[in-house]
């Protein structure tokens, strides 16, 4: 039986989440559970990285493996949020940085002049696009780094998280935690077994669902609903999504509640 592994554990809750999927023109739908690029971008802006620094990125992507677990499914559904903004021409745009953007990959030095003519030519954009969440939904998270002894460590990624470099979110800049997002570490010898000793929130026992990888976890019986190709992995030095990996979709049986 292979030797227990340390697990850090994560609690995402917030009102609201969102996990990317494949986006199809402007039209941001939401998985059920936390992509990998999704977490390394978390833990990279808690850790201070730039998006420009790809490397470390792709290096800590390469490193990540977790599991993950539905502990409060969204009561209501899921929240679909129309989004409407009429852009100028040419108007500079304000980032995360507090530094203004140009739009069109162009220069952000506009004046009054040029955003004066813009609107009187009409010239504007219309952007429409619609961006799914989950609304009061809580997903347990257990990661651990292969290799463990290289840098950023577990416990670098632990104490970025209780104190980041900048604020964090869930996917999506709304979604704000509502609570610590660093819960622990726990001892198990894989992702699904580390899921299986955490207890539930709200949930005294049953069945909960969860995602863990293929070689983490049961891979046929009745706790096991199907393996895919997840198309969760991002080339950080391009910043498109194209990589997969096999994980699997099933159930998990917690422990017990959580205060």
């Known amino acids: ?104 990959k162009e220069s952000s030095s506009f004046g009054v002049e040029d955003l004066t003519l813009s609107k009187k030519l009409g010239k504007y954009l219309t952007n429409q696009r619609l961006r799914d969440y989950h609304a009061d939904a809580c997903v347990t998270v257990v990661l651990r780094l292969d290799p463990a002894e290289d840098l950023p460590d577990l416990d670098a990624i632990a104490a970025a998280l209780d104190r980041p470099a900048r604020p964090l979110f869930i996917g999506r800049k709304p979604c704000l935690p509502s609570r610590p997002l660093s819960a622990g570490t726990v001892d198990a010898p894989s ?34 609903h199907r393996i895919v190709a997840l198309p969760d992995l991002r080339n950080w030095k391009t910043g498109l999504h194209g990589g997969t990996r096999m994980v699997v979709e099933g159930t998990v049986e917690a422990e017990g509640v959580h205060a």
Request: net charge positive.
């Open 191 to 224: 992702a699904y077994e580390a899921l299986q000793r955490i207890p539930a929130v709200d949930k005294p026992c049953g069945l909960l669902r969860a995602l863990w990888p293929e070689r983490e976890g049961p891979s046929e019986g009745r706790q096991v």
């Open 1 to 104: 039986m292979s030797a227990d592994r340390r697990w850090l554990v994560l609690r995402l809750e917030a009102p609201l989440l969102a996990f990317g999927g494949v986006a199809i023109d402007q039209i941001g739908v939401t998985r059920d559970f936390p992509a990998a690029s999704m977490l390394t971008g978390l833990l990279a802006n808690a850790l201070g990285w730039r998006r420009t620094e790809w490397q470390a990125h792709q290096a800590l992507q390469d490193r990540l493996v977790f599991a993950a677990r539905r502990d409060r499914e969204n009561k209501t559904g899921i929240l679909t949020d129309l989004q409407n903004a009429r852009l100028f021409a040419k108007e500079a745009g304000w980032t995360t940085f507090g530094i203004p953007e140009g739009r069109n």
